[in-house]
């Protein structure tokens, strides 16, 4: 489809729809959780490499940075709030603790928009710590793990915070880092997006393998 059809520039509810591959990745991820678990920590390398798959990067290429123009629709819109100075954006920029938790037990580990699961940073540190062969992640996004960059959970402004958004439970809702970063500061009208989908219902069986952080809590208090 051209950027002459209308169809074109209909409102969608995600920039991109997800692909299998990633899918693929969650689940050999979640895997790899358990596997690290219960000591196979071979298997859980062998898994994480497994989840570094190309074309989920290719994905993630499309609808960021550099992006193609027709993943990526941007348009003008006359009426659209102004970009802010920095200075008289709302603070604070990012949700604190709280907010986190709050946003986490409303959306659950899944994209608003694309649907995607998504894994916290922490988790990627940790197993990064463990595992550091088998997950890389360098400085350039090339050399970054396919599977956990696309699937890094983001707290984002429904509107912009450089639009003038607050970081508020209303304003923001989880996403991906594709839909994040591909969207950028810009309103969702401009991109051409449908309000963020409703959440996944909970529970979900996708837990952003949380439970690896809670494991390690509980390995702490048990040994201080
Ligand atoms: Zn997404």
Same mark, same amino acid.
């Given at each position: ?8 520039w209909l409102p969608r509810r995600c920039l991109r ?7 693929? /990745? ?5 895997? /790899? /959780? ?11 390398? +062998?898994?994480?490499? /497994? ?8 994905? *993630? ?11 990526l629709r941007i348009r003008?819109?006359?009426? +659209? %709030? @102004? ?29 608003r928009f694309c649907?995607? @699961? ?10 990064? *710590? &463990?595992? @550091? ?12 793990? +396919? ?9 984002d402004?429904v509107?912009?915070?450089? =639009? ?5 439970? &209303?304003?923001?809702v989880?996403t991906?880092? %594709?839909c994040?970063?591909g969207r950028?500061?810009r309103t969702l009208e401009e991109v051409g997006l449908l309000a963020p989908q409703?959440?996944? @219902? !909970? %529970? !979900? ?9 809670? =494991?390690?809590?509980?390995? &702490?208090?048990? *040994?201080?």
């Amino acid at each position: 489809m051209g950027r002459n059809d209308s169809a074109f520039w209909l409102p969608r509810r995600c920039l991109r729809e997800p692909i299998p591959e990633i899918a693929d /990745a969650q689940a050999l991820l979640d895997e /790899a /959780a358990n596997a690290h678990l219960s000591g196979k920590r071979a298997r859980a390398a +062998a898994l994480i490499a /497994a989840a570094n798959i190309p074309i989920i990067r290719d994905w *993630t290429e499309s609808i960021w940075g550099r992006h193609n123009a027709s993943v990526l629709r941007i348009r003008k819109v006359p009426d +659209a %709030p @102004p970009i802010q100075p920095v200075a008289l954006r709302p603070i604070p920029r990012h949700p604190n603790a709280l907010l986190k938790r709050r946003l986490i037990g409303r959306d659950g580990y899944h994209c608003r928009f694309c649907g995607i @699961p998504v894994i916290d940073s922490s988790i990627r540190v940790l197993l990064r *710590t &463990e595992y @550091p062969d088998a997950l890389c992640w360098g400085t350039k996004n090339f050399d970054q793990h +396919a599977a956990f960059q696309c699937m890094w959970l983001q707290y984002d402004h429904v509107l912009p915070n450089g =639009r003038g958004g607050e970081s508020t439970f &209303e304003n923001m809702v989880v996403t991906c880092a %594709p839909c994040n970063f591909g969207r950028m500061e810009r309103t969702l009208e401009e991109v051409g997006l449908l309000a963020p989908q409703p959440p996944t @219902p !909970s %529970p !979900s069986k996708w837990d952003g393998l949380a439970r690896l952080n809670r =494991r390690v809590k509980g390995l &702490e208090s048990e *040994t201080n």
